[in-house]
């Protein structure tokens, strides 16, 4: 599922609720409805009962799935069966809902439900089975993947669990559903694409349980070896023709399912790319792959091409962009630009080859192009390719498609493939699309910062085709116009100081304490969590505006006191995500009383004793009373803090109580354990804290793995081997900590491991988000902190660098500025990934002691109504 997909439905700004869009289309409710019964709005859901039903806490659950065009009918006989037997119910409210639902980027675990009935016991659910399959005989619905079908039919299904009455909250923030096993036993209830049954419970429904497949996974006469991906519309395979033993591709289309909001399905643009990859063949082999048969098995599609040796685009310009490389050279470089040429030659040639036999490739990026052995550009997924003469297909990449704007004001019927390929060039030198869409003066800021690896003339004209060029954007002028590369170099104090009072006065601008959703636009994680919190919420931006000396508005004080009282007793520990960062942030408001009874709320908390995490669990919460112990002095937060530790310390198998699978870095990980000991042991003098630091440390640096630019990184966990720079999970957060460990008591391990941490993080510069968890704010912030503890020139140099690079990312706004957040798809205030953690490292720096006198002068908000004009007073 696309990160934050349903609440970037919602509004063309901000991430909401997908309840909360102002027109869903058309609705579905029951024709008929009985006296006594009514409806009420569950998110998505409309929910139906009577003073007579009651819902139980589990059981079978049914299902029952349908095809868009005859939803509306399908509802009526559920709704009337229902009715009938005093059974409560509930289904999609509405057309967007189901598309929703349905779409090909929605989660799995949901895919196909369309009604949801709640019998009370197991003698009404097989009565509800038997007369909705009746009802329903000859009706289709795509297959809903947690359940199993009734019989024969194709639209009711049923599984064992849950029904919302029973849950239990996480560490991080979310909710998951418990239901009683057959001893009686509270056991989670896995939503999962597979059919599940708790412990002791069987199926009433079968006469005899299938047999667990063993052996290959064989799809006529392809065996599968290797599962590609996975989504709501099918999946894609690697296989092997077992006639032929040829190495294949196949993809799956469902059923009824992996719609798009055009309300095409998959198997319909699974037959139509079939369709297209037999014409094209015939005209101009080789551009895409070739197509080798076409079947339905069961109720699925599969299409079988030739398999395209190589690696995806995106695979190739990770292992061979210069970038991030801390051993990159002018010649290599060079080198870089020039392969980045003959590809793009290739990609030329291919789409000539394609529009000459009549076609667009519609969904031009990186995943849909293929390097192969040899070097060569092959295109491969034609899902969205259309004849010209046709309407082209409304599917595209974020950031690879025109904007609206755009498609409205051209006729060009290459278009889509134009901008994707200009786009395709864009990736290869930074990942800055959505930026240059909102912003495209910032792209002289770009090229600022690419500085060692700024691309040829050639390449950057290339790229930035469709945009406003640097040239041109500087002969503007306006509040909104941001400092030339030469004015930042030049001033790197007042633009940066001026940036900060921009970022205060956007984050003031979209405040709002009358809004039902939030106070300030947060990530979508705050919708599943809650939008009061340190990392997606209101506390976060306070923090950030009150650290940085803005004056916080009375009403957004009021709301955050006022939700969070509301809130109490739902609210987990943590630091990032519940009570002890809330109560941080209060109690430097003023709000001591209660910021301490939201710390004891997370001392008692079961979740703390479980959890030792900074982001979730003790040591954030111990963190928690250290701040207030800084801020009052009281010695009974330090006695508090010291408890946190001594948990810590006594636990018998700490890492059963970090994140999962074995999560690394510093917010799940050992390194935040570290960080919070090391400022136990500062604050006590005990030793002892110290040492399990530098221990934890060392478990930490087992878990880094070398480079071949010879500098370290990490994953996020050990199912993933992906380098991460960055503070929250990656490289930085590590770093940050080893820093002031080597600072303190430095040992040989530490600091041989912090300088390749160090160097492979400076060099990553252009980041594709802004925010404090995944971008360069994360990245400045460390290494101001870094700098500041080294006290040598070339950190001081990092450090400066990296915060100007934060300009590029600004989208003036009424007022200020704006950041795009996570997966740069709307705009967020929020600490994780919007304005306020921009603000949060640049007062960092603007504060700190790297800039001399003059440079540290604090940014003189309210000063609000001025732009980024360089030279400003």
């Known amino acids: 599922m696309l990160e934050g997909f349903g609440e970037a439905l919602a509004d063309r700004e901000y991430h909401l609720p997908l309840p909360s869009v102002a027109d869903p289309g058309p609705r579905f409710a029951p024709r008929r409805v009985p006296p006594g019964w009514s409806g009420a709005a569950q998110g998505i859901w409309t929910a139906w009962g009577s003073p007579r039903t009651g819902l139980a806490e ?32 509930k289904h999609l409210s509405a057309r967007l809902f189901f598309l929703f639902l349905h779409h090909k980027h929605s989660g799995r675990a949901q895919s196909g439900k369309f009604c949801a009935v709640y019998p009370p016991d197991t003698v009404t659910a097989r009565r509800l089975l038997e007369r909705l399959r009746d009802a329903l005989d000859g009706e289709e619905g795509p297959y809903v993947l947690t359940d199993r079908r009734f019989r024969d039919s194709r639209t009711v299904h049923y599984r064992y669990g849950s029904f919302g009455a029973r849950s239990r909250l996480r560490a991080d923030g979310t909710r998951e559903g418990l239901v009683l096993d057959g001893s009686g036993r509270e056991v989670v209830d896995p939503r999962l694409p597979a059919w599940h049954l708790p412990w002791g419970i069987t199926d009433p429904f079968v006469e005899r349980e299938e047999e667990p497949h063993t052996g290959p996974i064989l799809i006529r006469d392809y065996e599968v070896t290797r599962a590609v991906r996975l989504s709501n519309a099918g999946g894609a395979y690697q296989a092997r023709d077992r006639r032929t033993g040829r190495a294949v591709f196949v993809k799956e289309a469902r059923a009824h ?74 010649e290599s470089v060079a080198a870089y630009h020039e392969a980045c040429r003959r590809l793009l030659a290739a990609l030329d040639a291919s789409l000539e080859r394609l529009h000459a036999a009549g076609f667009r490739f519609g969904d031009l990026s990186l995943g849909n192009v293929m390097v192969t052995p040899s070097g060569g550009i092959r295109l491969v997924d034609f899902e969205a390719a259309s004849a010209l003469d046709e309407t082209p297909s409304g599917m595209g990449t974020p950031g690879f498609t025109p904007p609206p704007g755009l498609l409205r004001a051209r006729t060009d019927p290459l278009l889509q493939d134009r901008y ?87 984050l003031l601008e979209t405040a709002d304490a009358d809004r039902p959703e939030w106070a300030f636009p947060p990530s979508p994680e705050a919708f599943r969590t809650n939008t009061l919190c340190l990392a997606y919420g209101t506390a976060g931006v306070v923090h950030a505006l009150h650290r940085a000396g803005v004056a916080v ?50 001392d008692d908390h079961p979740l703390t004793a479980s959890c030792g995490t900074l982001a979730g669990g003790r040591a954030g919460v ?10 009052t002095g009281e010695s009974s937060h330090l006695e508090r803090a010291a408890a946190a530790g001594d948990g810590l310390l006594s636990t018998p198998d700490l890492p059963a109580t970090l994140g999962e699978h074995d999560a690394r ?186 800039l001399t006198e003059s440079h540290r002068a604090r940014p003189r908000i309210p000063a609000l109504g001025r732009g ?6």
């Not at 868009?68 to 009918?73: F, V």
């Not at 390449?459 to 503007?476: I, N, P, V, Y």
């Not at 009282?565 to 941080?584: E, K, M, N, Y």
């Open 665 to 850: 870095g510093l917010l799940y990980g050992r390194s935040g354990l570290a960080l919070f000991l090391h400022r136990l042991a500062r604050a006590t003098d005990d030793s002892r804290y110290l040492e399990a630091g530098r221990v934890l440390l060392h478990q930490e640096l087992e878990r880094t793995f070398p480079l071949d630019d010879g500098t370290l990184s990490l994953s996020d966990d050990a199912r993933l081997t992906r380098a991460m720079p960055y503070l929250a999970t990656g490289a930085a957060g590590v770093a940050a900590v080893l820093t002031h460990y080597v600072a303190t008591a430095p040992d040989e391990r530490c600091a041989a491991a912090l300088p390749r941490l160090v160097a492979g993080i400076r060099v990553s510069r252009a980041t594709k988000e802004a925010g404090l968890y995944r971008g360069l704010a994360g990245l400045s912030w460390f290494l101001t902190g870094h700098a500041e503890l080294t006290g040598t020139a070339a950190a001081r140099g990092d450090a400066v660098h990296a915060a100007t690079g934060l300009l590029k990312y600004a989208v003036p706004y009424r007022r200020g500025v704006r950041f795009l957040g996570a997966g740069s798809q709307r705009f967020t205030a929020d600490l994780s990934s919007g304005g306020a953690g921009v603000l949060l490292a640049l007062h960092r720096l603007l504060s700190g002691p790297l």
């Open 868 to 873: 980024l004009r360089a030279g400003a007073p």
């Open 420 to 506: 994707g390929a200009s786009a395709v060039a864009f990736a290869l030198l930074a990942p800055f699309h959505e930026i240059a869409e909102h912003a495209p003066a910032n792209l002289a800021l770009l090229r600022r910062d690419l500085a060692d690896v700024a691309p040829p003339r050639d390449l950057w004209q290339r790229a930035t085709a469709f945009h406003r060029t640097d040239e041109r954007a500087r002969d503007q002028d306006g509040p909104d116009r941001l400092p030339s590369p030469a004015e930042l170099d030049a001033d790197p104090r007042g633009c940066l100081t001026r940036l900060a009072e921009e970022v205060a006065a956007g």
């Open 58 to 89: 589990q059981g079978w659950k049914i299902h029952v799935s349908a095809r868009l065009d005859r939803a509306q009918d399908v509802l009526d006989t559920v709704a009337g069966i229902c009715f009938s037997e005093g059974v409560p119910f």
């Open 257 to 330: 399912n992996g719609l798009l909001f055009d309300g095409t399905d998959a198997q319909q643009r699974l037959r139509h790319e079939y369709r297209v990859l037999r014409e094209l063949h015939a005209s101009a082999p080789g551009v895409g792959p070739e197509p080798l048969d076409h079947f339905t098995e069961w109720e699925h599609d599969f299409l079988v091409t030739e398999y395209v040796a190589g690696q995806p685009l995106v695979g190739w310009l990770s292992r061979s962009t210069p970038l991030a490389r801390a051993d990159r050279t002018a």
């Open 622 to 631: 111990g963190l928690g009373w250290l701040a207030l112990h800084r801020l």
């Open 553 to 602: 508005p009375e009403e957004i004080r009021e709301r955050l006191r006022r939700d969070t009282l509301a809130q109490r007793d739902t609210l987990p520990p943590g630091l990032l995500v519940g009570s002890a960062g809330i109560a941080r942030v209060l109690a430097a408001l003023g709000s001591r009383d209660e910021a301490v009874d939201l710390l004891r709320d997370a």
